[in-house]
């Protein structure tokens, strides 16, 4: 069964910290993605990778990074986090390939004081 | 701009109703289609895709594609409390690429009352 995992569900931190988020699946997919997803606003892409150390911006890219050393892991990083970015964040990966579905994880719900 | 709409809702019907959702994309070369559900709270999971023009149907479940006029839809038969939730129709626009990007609509949200 598939299985993306993210590593916390509720996570609280101050303006200005550098926040991380984590992304593991098992899936071996060669395709990881990050979105936010706000009330009213739906899904919006931050970034994607289709391979270790490959990534490509998305939507909204602007106050992230991200990080794939590893195949299996996906990061999202906050540079420097600011209220605007409270959101829930959302972890998906899928195969290579343009009919493959993506699969999510349960979310991480970001607050940032 | 690669855009997918679907009416926000709120979809309102009965119990044993059939909901009817609806989908349109901008690109008229997109090649795979999908429905997600989302409960309230949760992270969406899929329950229905679709490749080619016609009907997929997968229990009380039936997708539609129209590729000619660039429309997607999703039918609930006999729909059920349970199925209350917000449905996104997501579209893959980006052909020739594997990189698997889908663009996502903002969710149609449905409540099936008793």
């Known amino acids: 069964d598939v299985k993306v995992t993210q ?35 739906g899904l919006r892409l931050i970034y994607f990778s289709y ?23 996906f990061s999202l ?37 | 701009q690669k855009e997918v709409e679907q009416n926000s809702g709120p979809l309102s019907v009965p119990e044993g109703a059939i909901a009817s959702l609806n989908c349109t994309y901008s690109d008229r070369g997109s090649q795979s289609f999908f429905w997600y559900r989302q409960y309230s709270g949760k992270s969406p999971e899929l329950i229905m895709f679709i490749y080619s023009n016609g009907d997929k149907e997968d229990g009380r479940f039936t997708a539609q594609l129209n590729k000619a006029s660039q429309y997607v ?13 917000t449905y996104l129709c997501a579209v893959n626009m980006d052909r020739g690429s594997t990189l698997g990007r889908l663009y996502f609509g903002r969710g149609t949200q449905l409540t099936v009352w008793p």
């Open chain 1, 77 to 113: 990083i906050l540079e420097s986090a600011s209220t605007n970015q409270t959101s829930m964040y959302l972890c998906a990966s899928s195969p290579q390939g343009a009919y493959q579905p993506q699969h999510f994880g349960d979310g991480t719900r970001l607050s940032i004081l």
């Open chain 1, 51 to 73: 391979d270790v150390k490959m990534k490509e911006k998305g939507d909204i890219p602007e106050g992230y990074s991200v990080s794939r050393e590893k195949k299996e892991r």
């Open chain 2, 73 to 85: 839809s999703l039918l609930i038969r006999d729909s059920q409390p349970s199925d209350s939730a």
């Open chain 1, 7 to 41: 590593s916390s569900r509720y996570l609280v931190k101050r303006t200005g910290e550098k926040v991380f988020l984590e992304c593991v699946q098992d899936m071996d997919h060669e395709n990881m993605f990050w979105y936010r997803q706000d009330p009213g606003l």
